[in-house]
């Protein structure tokens, strides 16, 4: 089975600075990977996806990340933290059980911006 | 379009209430995802539907009762809920095959009183 695991639950940066959320995968196969973010009460937004073309992805609102197979991660990044960017980030990889497609996702990591 | 929608956005329901959310989507999709996410946690699949068949049943109580009229549609049928069922139902649609992947609907903020 597939599975993610996000690195820090919690991550605090100042407004300007650059913005690191890391991800490891684990997956028997060639992994398609996910970033999703979601504000509060609200549904996930997909911010950017890996599914085996360029090892670095570019997402919505200056976000990317890169795919690394030798170390097994697929970390966010986004140059310069602005205060909308304050939310919750999820990390997914799809698994397909009985010939169905879903995500697995991992714990997610609090995103704060500090002004 | 890559919009997903959900109703009602709010619903609060005693434990003897039968109730239903629904999801739409207008993009094509074959496949559509129940989820239940509970406070600072991530989202827990329920329930998979592929070309309109239930694929995967994640083990959940039948007081929840999923169904998918067509392509387009998906339900989820509440039924003497507890307490502990309360939490933000999220729907999910995606592409089958190389082009997965999910988008969201806002979800349903559901209480059961």
């Known amino acids: 089975a597939q599975s993610v695991t996000q690195l820090g639950s919690h991550v605090s940066v100042s407004e300007g600075a650059l913005v690191l959320l890391r991800c490891n995968y684990s997956s028997s196969v060639p992994p398609y990977l996910f970033w999703y973010v979601q504000y509060p009460n609200q549904g996930l937004q997909l911010l950017l996806k890996y599914t085996s073309a360029a090892t670095l992805v570019k997402g919505i609102n200056d976000f990317e990340a890169e795919f690394k197979k030798s170390e097994t991660s697929f970390h966010l990044t986004k140059p310069s933290a602005h205060m909308s960017d304050a939310a919750e980030y999820f990390c997914?990889?799809?698994?397909?059980?009985?010939?169905?497609?879903?995500?697995?996702f991992g714990q997610g990591t609090r995103l704060t911006i500090n002004p | 379009d890559t919009e997903v929608t959900q109703t009602p956005k709010h619903l609060v329901m005693g434990m003897t209430n039968k109730k239903s959310l629904k999801c739409e989507q207008h993009?094509?999709?074959?496949?559509m995802y129940w989820y239940k996410q509970k406070a600072k946690k991530p989202p827990e699949l329920m329930f998979v539907y592929s070309y309109e068949k239930l694929s995967i049943n994640e083990s959940v109580p039948s007081r929840f009762s999923p169904e998918c009229p067509n392509s387009s549609l998906l339900n989820l049928h509440l039924h003497a809920l507890q307490p502990e069922d309360s939490a933000l139902y999220l729907c999910?649609?995606?592409?089958?095959?190389?082009?997965?992947?999910?988008?969201f609907g806002p979800g349903t903020r559901l209480t059961v009183t």
């Open positions: 997914a990889v799809r698994d397909i059980i009985q010939g169905a497609q879903k995500l697995v």
């Open positions: 993009m094509g999709h074959r496949a």
């Open positions: 999910a649609s995606s592409q089958e095959g190389s082009r997965f992947e999910q988008y």
